[in-house]
Nanobody, 121 residues
């Protein structure tokens, strides 16, 4: 069994900062891409940021320059540092990881349970 456990969400005023963490545990052989998605009420889930094992990153245009994704491969953990938060960043944030449990297994997507981020104006 594989689990992705997120932490760090909460309520913050506009302009403030939060740091999200997501740790993967269980039967893991290797992890490829790790990322953060978010879903606001009435909207589709969207990619916020992603990072490969080698450290290459990709960001949604709406968060570029404000959010930073990083990972600790030894701890199977991905982080999202969110600065200059805006009310439109309010959403449930989900961690995602593409991983395989065995050396010859396929990379499969796994999701965390989600953590609420609320930015007040």
């Amino acid at each position: 069994q594989v689990q992705l456990v997120e932490s760090g969400g909460g309520l913050v005023q506009a302009g403030g900062s939060l740091r999200l963490s997501c740790a993967a545990s269980g039967s893991i052989f290797s992890i490829n891409v790790m990322g953060w998605y978010r879903q606001a009420p009435g909207k589709q889930r969207e990619l916020v940021a992603a990072i490969t094992t080698g450290g290459s990153t990709n960001y949604a245009d709406s968060v570029k320059g404000r959010f930073t994704i990083s990972r600790d491969n030894a701890k199977n953990t991905v982080y999202l540092q969110m600065n200059s938060l805006k009310p439109e960043d309010t959403a449930v944030y989900y961690c995602n990881a593409g991983l395989r449990a065995t050396p010859l297994g396929a990379f499969l997507p796994y999701w965390g349970q989600g953590t609420q981020v609320t930015v007040s104006s």
